[in-house]
């Protein structure tokens, strides 16, 4: 049975995506009390590549990633561009998974080994994989109003702490390092929605997949920038030295002897998004495994699959100080994945379209 998403299942997917991990570990830290700048920015990068990206699915309707990719390179170098799209989805799942880890990790549970927690979170994204994208795309659709509801009470009850003097003077350092920081939140987590070409093969029609990634990045978007907002508002330039700049926020909330310890909701909020990114990377590298060894189900290696991208997260950083590092060095090993690899594609696919549908039909 062929899977199929709707348009509100695919935006729901697409913005919980992106939301994913920069929902608590923030973006921009670099730019202190400029990363507001910084996001929007980001966003103003990503429209143009988030246009290619929708672009390409509507071109090859029903097709994903790594069928499009064979089809305009051809066989070896699309075969081979696919193998490397697989190990960019499986290294940005683990990611993800340990991201989620350190997280748990750090801010509630020290003495448990970082690596069970790793494991529940992929389990959980093993079976979601295996119950199909559609299951996911509900998932999300019913999880998302929970999530922004969460999102907006946190932001009332926060407003007690602002202090709006911590957003100046603006652009102290100049615009080169707004600018820069700009870039990294443009390679995470905006542009990381090329996975999603490997995902929206299960929209209905062509013209879902520009209305569904400009949706995604707009709703996305606007709540990473008002949560960076917040968060400079409150933490001001100290931002850049907490691994966890919602976390921090939140866990500062106190109304009387009534409300307190409300992190534990952004906890849930962290686990949502986390888990469909983790769950979407995973459902590509599968689906890319299926294509690259012409298997007749993706779902017969998500086990194996699920639980090496469980043991590589746990192995691929020694500390959180090595996770955070890495930030800047992901930013310039994407740029093929996320820019380069994607114009090439598109190109070729624009002037060459009628004989590559020939050919495939």
């Keep these: 049975m062929v899977e199929k998403l709707n348009d509100k299942e695919a935006i729901c997917i697409s913005t919980l995506f992106i939301m994913g991990s920069s929902l608590i570990m923030g973006i921009s830290g670099e730019a202190k009390n400029d990363a507001w700048l910084s996001a929007i920015i980001g966003i103003l990068f990503s429209v143009p590549i988030i246009l290619i990206y929708s672009r390409i699915v509507s071109l090859f309707q029903g097709k994903d990633l790594f069928e499009i990719l064979e089809m305009v390179f051809g066989k070896y170098i699309g075969k081979f561009t696919a193998l490397l799209y697989i190990g960019y989805a499986f290294l940005l799942g683990a990611l993800v998974i340990r991201n989620f880890g350190e997280f748990v990790d750090t801010v509630g549970m020290p003495e448990t080994p970082m690596f069970v927690m790793n494991l529940c979170m992929g389990l959980v994204c093993i079976i979601a994989v295996r119950l199909g ?44 390092p707004v600018l820069e920081a700009g ?63 919602s976390y921090i926020v939140a866990s500062d909330i106190s109304v009387g002897n009534i409300l307190q310890r409300l992190e534990v909701s952004v906890v849930f909020v962290f686990i949502v998004a986390a888990f469909v990114k983790a769950s979407i990377c995973l459902f590509a590298v599968c689906r890319g495994v299926q294509k690259l060894f012409n298997l007749s189900d993706y779902k017969s ?18 500390s959180i100080m090595d996770m955070r590092d890495w930030i800047e060095v992901y930013s310039y090993f994407a740029i093929p994945f996320q820019i380069l690899i994607p114009i090439v594609l598109w190109i070729i696919a624009e002037i060459r379209k009628d004989v590559i549908m020939n050919i495939s039909s």
């Design 183 to 245: 870039y990294f939140a443009f390679t995470f987590p905006f542009a990381e929605t090329v996975i999603l070409i490997s995902v929206f093969f299960t929209l209905k029609t062509k013209k879902s997949a520009r209305k569904v990634y400009l949706w995604g990045l707009s709703l996305a978007g606007l709540t990473i920038t008002v949560l960076t907002i917040r968060n400079v508002l409150v933490l001001g330039k100290s931002i850049e030295i907490y691994y966890f700049p």
């Design 133 to 176: 994208v559609e299951t996911i795309g509900r998932t999300c659709a019913y999880f998302i109003p929970i999530v922004f509801a969460v999102l907006v009470f946190i932001q009332i009850l926060v407003i007690p702490q602002i202090n709006l003097s911590y957003i100046k003077p603006m652009l102290y350092n100049g615009f080169l």
């Design 301 to 318: 290696v998500t086990i194996q699959l699920g639980l090496l991208m469980i043991y590589f997260s746990y192995t691929i950083f020694h």
